[in-house]
């Protein structure tokens, strides 16, 4: 209620403002022109009612711009043959309208002769007070056309990027789920004990991507314990087949990071690499500025038992940090060594 009020009272006051200035304006006419025709010594030729007149002309100039401008653009794309055609078509009919208004009005009342002189300065003055009056409140109109459009696209654009951030934070890596599946289906006969233990883990750790992915952001140190869980399945589905190394220079309860971003790079590993405990794959984890890097020596499995991926996950992570934090992943491939740089996000700054 208090915004509707605020947006009449706003209206109200640029519609008082405008009146104002118009009467200004024709008193500063009306007086300038009475002190051009009036020669030295004489006493001054001001008519009082001459200012009102002209009001009523830049009214009606003002008037007739405004119904061609909520014809033909408002609600629109706003364009050069509209802008065009709402000033041609407004003065044509102001500078007409106008010009037998004043004219008719002068020939009843018998004040001015009609000669062709004084008709072609009536339609002159006529053109340059639409000019002035009608060019003017045009100029505003498009001006807030322009602005309240440009609104509207940023507001769409962020609705449909709030859209694809919620549509990709949807889409777990299914090799989680069913890999971590096969791992519980072989403990069950091989540990049942094991198995319920693993379970538990599992279970805690996809409840986690849950929550987690309902949220744009979350801080590296909580991304940093879930990732010490994932590590600690891993190790069960590949015993000795990976090493960590964890070296960080910044404080991990500061920044934060696209939640899923650690489980899907470790994963993306396991996923693309050969491992073993004869050769064990080297992992870590460092930061350098504000960008965290997950390193791993680069032993790509072969394609022949494994398609060649589409890197659908890192795509999707990519997409989510532009359009989120408005900066991509990047990767640094070697011949030894593949490098996932994550942005961080100051939570200061966030904030």
């Known amino acids: ?42 006493p001054l030729n001001y008519h009082p009612d001459g200012p009102f007149w002209l009001a009523l002309q830049c009214f009606l100039a ?11 653009i408002k609600g629109q794309l706003v364009s050069i043959n509209a802008i065009a055609k709402v000033y041609l078509s407004s003065a044509a009919i102001f500078i007409v309208l106008n010009s037998a208004l004043v004219l008719g009005l002068e020939w009843a009342i018998g004040i001015e002769y009609l000669d062709f002189r004084h008709i072609s300065l009536t339609v002159i003055l006529s053109i340059l007070l639409h000019l002035l009056l009608g060019g003017t409140l045009l100029a505003a109109l498009l001006f807030n056309e322009v602005r309240r459009q440009q609104l509207a696209h940023i507001q769409t654009q962020n609705q449909l990027a709030n859209s694809k951030i919620s549509a990709l934070q949807q889409q777990l890596d299914p090799h989680f789920l069913f890999n971590n599946l096969n791992v519980l289906s072989v403990l069950i006969q091989q540990d049942p004990d094991e198995a319920d233990d693993f379970l538990d883990a599992f279970c805690s750790l ?6 987690a992915h309902k949220n744009q952001l979350i801080s ?7 990732a010490d869980s994932y590590l600690h399945l891993l190790a069960k589905r590949f015993p000795n087949a990976f090493t960590f190394e964890l070296t960080l220079t910044l404080n991990p309860n500061q920044v934060q990071l696209i939640p ?3 489980q899907l790079a470790l994963e993306n590993i396991v996923k693309h690499n050969q491992a073993s405990p004869t050769q ?21 499995k072969s ?49």
């Open 206 to 211: 996809y409840r986690y991507m849950l929550e």
């Open 1 to 42: 209620m208090t915004k509707n009020n605020n947006k009449i009272m706003k209206k109200h006051t640029t519609r008082l403002l405008n009146i104002l200035a118009v009467l200004g304006l024709t008193h500063l006419v009306v007086f300038y022109t009475a002190m051009a025709q009036t020669s030295v010594g004489e």
């Open 260 to 262: 899923g971003a650690l």
């Open 280 to 300: 064990p794959m080297s992992i870590t984890i460092t930061n350098q500025g504000n960008r965290l890097l997950i390193t791993n020596d680069l032993r790509p």
């Open 220 to 226: 590296l140190e909580r991304e940093l314990e879930f």
């Open 62 to 72: 003002q008037w007739l711009t405004y119904r061609s401008y909520q014809r033909l």
């Open 303 to 351: 394609h022949t038992n494994h398609p060649k991926s589409l890197h659908l996950g890192l795509k999707n992570l990519s997409e989510r940090c532009t359009l989120i934090v408005n900066q991509p992943i990047s990767i640094e491939k070697t011949a030894a060594s593949f490098c996932l740089s994550l942005p961080l996000v100051d939570l200061e700054v966030r904030c």
